[in-house]
């Protein structure tokens, strides 16, 4: 493929700052939007499994609707996450990114409305499963294989995307030209090791589970026991089944012996020691996050190859230096994105603790830290508002 094709497709503007630093927002912020992707369809799995128990057994009457809450959640919060990476992507990589959407643009629509649909079922599932022991499992199970389905189409994109050579072939095959935006590819071991880690991912989130109300009085010993023990059984599995889908990827593509590579086997199987070990998971969790940039390192190493051995390299992008937007962009993310985090970290993690009511306007830290986050919103919104219209009114006035 000629690489002028691809330098030609890029922003003709540059981009505003150095392309490395885009490149490693993508992969900090992937790995965060994965971290819940696995999180909500192993939480969410789990909970249909708890439905058939919930009836008759005790512990799952009490693991089944926190189960569907976390899942509930961790949606939200991959939807929030998704959007950083797709930002970062179509930055230093936006002729692939445009691109795949153009080719598949039918299944961009489809996604969208797979994700309101298959999201508003969940809700019912969870009002439903409120209601009755046992209830709403046939609606979560269509929701459940419906947000599936749009990690599906989102791995098409994804693999479209790094198929520059193919791109000619899919936009007019045999030379007649296809506008339908149908264009499909899946590489299902990718596929399958991406959505396999659900399942370690849920074991270790059900060890801190166990871990977290174990200093709860109204958890039982025997609940608390029981919920590490199976969230140990389904990380050992699931980081076995993972490891192995990871081997086959990376045999497939001839990628085995690169150091990325072998750090993160060697990552992958101190995992699955940790978790088989199960001393501390809020230890075995940081090691989990690692693991998860090492991943999604992986993503971008295939992705930066396949790219630079075109002709096509990011480090190259035209930069046109915009020290105001990125300053303004830097400032939001650490000060008042880790704020408000902290004081909703907070917040969760006193609620969890709490038996009972937890009001937080008595509690000091809860207090002081909404107080801060409500005041640097309210300075947020002056400056990102003053700021857009005084430019907008010096360039039109
Ligand atoms: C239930 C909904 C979703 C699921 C299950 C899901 C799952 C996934 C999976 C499995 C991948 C990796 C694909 C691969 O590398 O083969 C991925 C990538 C990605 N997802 Fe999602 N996702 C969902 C929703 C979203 C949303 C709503 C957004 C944006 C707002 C988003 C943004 C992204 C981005 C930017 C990538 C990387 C694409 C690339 O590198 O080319 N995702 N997602």
């Not at 959505?195 to 589970?209: K, R």
Request: hydrophobic content about 50%; charged content about 10%.
């Amino acid at each position: 493929m000629d690489a002028s094709v691809l330098l030609a497709l890029r922003d003709p503007a540059g981009i505003p700052f150095y392309p490395v630093v885009f490149q490693g927002l993508y992969i900090l912020t992937w790995a965060l939007h994965a971290a819940f992707v696995l999180l909500s369809l192993g939480a969410m799995g789990l909970s249909l499994y708890g439905t058939l128990r919930q009836k008759s057994d005790p512990h799952w009457q009490v693991l089944t609707p926190h189960l569907i809450q976390t899942g509930k959640i961790s949606v939200s919060l991959l939807i929030v996450l998704g959007v950083a990476p797709l930002l970062f992507t179509q930055v230093i990589y936006d002729p692939n990114w445009y691109t795949a959407n153009t080719l598949s643009g039918m299944w961009v629509f489809i996604f969208i409305y797979a994700l309101v649909v298959g999201y508003t079922l969940y809700y019912w599932y969870y009002y439903a499963n409120r209601s009755k022991r046992g209830g709403g499992r046939l609606i979560g199970i269509v929701s459940f294989a419906i947000l599936v389905f749009a990690g599906v189409l989102m791995h098409n994109f994804a693999v479209t995307s790094i198929m520059p050579t193919e791109w000619m072939n899919m936009y007019a095959p045999n030379g007649v030209v296809d506008h339908s935006g149908w264009t499909f590819n899946m590489d299902l071991i990718r596929l399958f090791f991406m959505v396999s880690l659900s399942i370690p991912v849920v074991g270790i989130f059900l060890q801190n589970y166990s871990r977290f109300v174990s200093t709860r009085s109204d958890f039982d010993r025997e609940f608390v026991e029981y919920t590490a023990a199976l969230g140990t059984k389904l990380a050992t599995v699931g980081l076995l089944l993972s490891a192995t889908a990871f081997i086959g990827w990376m045999a497939q593509i001839g990628y085995l012996t690169h150091p990325v590579i072998v750090v993160t086997i060697a990552g992958v199987l101190g995992l699955l020691y940790m978790a088989r070990q199960n001393r501390n998971s809020y230890i075995t969790t940081g090691v989990l996050v690692l693991v998860a940039l090492l991943v999604s390192g992986v993503r971008e190493l295939i992705r930066y190859d396949i790219m630079t051995d075109l002709g096509y390299n990011i480090y190259d992008y035209p930069v046109n230096f915009e020290i105001p937007s990125i300053t303004m962009f830097v400032l939001t993310f650490l000060i008042m994105g880790g704020v408000g985090v902290a004081y909703l970290l907070t917040l969760a993690w006193k609620v969890g603790k709490n038996k009972g009511v937890f009001d937080g306007s008595k509690d000091a830290a809860v207090t002081k830290l909404g107080n801060y986050t409500i005041a640097i919103m309210v300075v947020w919104m002056a400056v990102y508002f003053g700021w857009g219209m005084s430019i907008l009114f010096k360039n039109i006035l």
